[in-house]
Every structure is written in C-alpha cells, then in structure tokens.
C-alpha cells in the first residue's frame, strides 16, 4: 500500500494569514501517461463527514473557495490556505487514488492563533 | 448531484455482524461506485471497500476481506456494507461515499460522502 504522510500534525495560524499543509507519498502518484498526478485534498469538521476540496492535486471542486490551493507533483504535496478564515478550522486530510487501495494522510489540524 | 444518505448509529456486541445502509437521495446509484470508509475516534479514514452496483463487482480491502461484504440493491438506490466477528477495535464512524470516475480508473476521489453511521461494539 502507499503510504501518506502529513505535516505538521496540527498547526494555528492568524486570521487572514496563510496555512501550509504538507502531504507526501512512499511512491509517486504522477502516472507519466498523462502527467496528472492522482492526489486529492479534503477538510473535515467535527462531527461532518470529509468534504473534496482539491483533486488533480491542484483542480478546486466547484464551490471551493479561491483561497485552497494545491500544489506538488511526484511524492510531494502542499495544501495552502491564503488568508485564513474562521470557518476554515478543521482537519485536513490528502488521499491517494494511484494505485488501490486508496489511501489517506494522518491529518493536519488547522486552528486559530 | 446525488445525496448519500446512511442508517442510524448502531450499538453492537463483540463476536456480532452490524449491516449499514446508504441510501441514494435525488438521483440514482448506477452512476456511481459506492465506497466504505471508516473513521475510528479520533483517528484517520480507512477504505475499506467498493462496489459498482451495475455490475455488482466488489472489490475489498485486504484487512476486511474476510469480514465484509458490500451488496447494493439498484431499485431500492441503496448499497449496503456488513461486517461481522465485530470486535472492540471497530468501533467507529462508518462513511459511504461515491466515485463518478470508476469506468475510467480503478479508485478515484470521493463525493459526495453519507453523513457517518457510528457504530459501537462494547460489551
């Protein structure tokens, strides 16, 4: 299976700053046929199910706010979060769907400084 | 787009099955591959399986093999995940979740997702 990591386990950033989570993968996820790398980013409140935030590693889900940005590519990956709102606390989990099973990330906690 | 919609939360004696279902709200299940994901407190998600309902082709993780399985029945628009020798280390969040994409790549992400079915094994 690949394995995902994530860092840091939890961070607190100030309104209207940025947040960087970090997500990286024991193989690459980037399939050379058509160089898209198979990489999602979800968030996660208490007690809701996870939401899609980013998949493509860097394609919004519609209605994700322009503020969720993906990057990466290969075994490395960065969820940003530009100018940090309140309604942005929550987990956030990356996912792998290269190869089955899919696998998730640990979790990066987002809080408020 | 399609709502998933699961049974209630369940409280569970170790050695017993627990049956979860997900329930397809405003459209139909032939559009999707339906996943089971569980969430144990406090803890990471976890696949453990799928099923293409218009074919019912399965296909479980490793870990589960043994103890689950994921039926779906098209006219009811609901999919259904059961696991049995339930032990404590089960406890959990079960979540049901679809993939549009499964005709193109064998796992892909995943959305919409259920609203969780906790399910509580304990003595």
New interface residues.
Partial sequence: DIVMTQSPDSLAVSLGERASINCKSSQSVLYSSNNKNYLAWYQQKPGQPPKLLIYWASTRESGVPDRFSGGGSGTDFTLTISNLQAEDVAVYYCQQYYISPPTFGPGTKVDIK | QVQLVQSGAEVKKPGSSVKVSCKASGGTLSNYAINWLRQAPGQ????IGRIIPTVDAT?Y??KFQLRVSITADESARTAYMELSSLRSEDTAVY?C?GDLRFLE???????P????TLVTVSS
């Fill in positions: 990471g998600l976890e696949w296909d993780a490793q979540y979740a790549w064998p796992v892909n992400w995943f959305d997702w259920g609203q969780g």
